[in-house]
């Protein structure tokens, strides 16, 4: 013999066999739809019963964000060295980037300003075109 189980309708409070798997809540659609618009009411009431402000209340000053104060500048200041600081101890010496001095240092390994260009032949004067490495352009000189 199968066990029937019976449920309580939660809007109109009658025992009713479900219809459905899951566990149902009302007997029927009507009791469904009838439960809402009385859920929906009292929020409605609810709402209505809240008193509005009439009076102004003192709000308290807040500071302008927009100023500059001497206190913000100094907090970005340490955020920023703090931060450099950081980046500076875990990058690694190949991985920084390159300064004037790197950039001299490098010039004077390779043996001056100016690269002779073997591929281009001497221009119409017999000057020799060379590859400026500070100016990044071509520039032809007379070789003596």
């Keep these: 013999m199968i066990e029937t189980k019976y449920y309580t309708c939660e809007y109109c409070f009658k025992e009713y066999t479900p219809k459905r798997r899951r566990v149902q809540k009302f007997c029927s659609n009507s009791c469904r739809s009838s439960s809402h ?27 302008n964000p927009d100023k500059i104060s001497v206190v ?6 340490l955020g920023a060295l703090a931060a450099d600081g950081v980046k500076s101890i875990f ?22 300003r100016y690269h002779l260009i073997k591929n281009i032949p001497p221009n119409i004067h017999g000057e020799n075109a060379y590859y400026d490495l500070q100016e990044g352009i071509f520039v032809y000189l007379k070789t003596f």
């Design 72 to 77: 913000g500048v100094g907090n970005a200041a």
């Design 91 to 112: 990058t690694s010496r190949k991985n920084k980037p390159a300064t004037k001095g790197d950039i001299d240092l490098l010039i004077e390994k390779l043996g001056g």
């Design 37 to 63: 618009r009385l859920r929906k009411s009292k929020e409605k009431e609810k709402d209505e019963t809240l008193p509005t402000p009439t009076t102004k209340t003192e709000v308290p000053q807040v500071p």
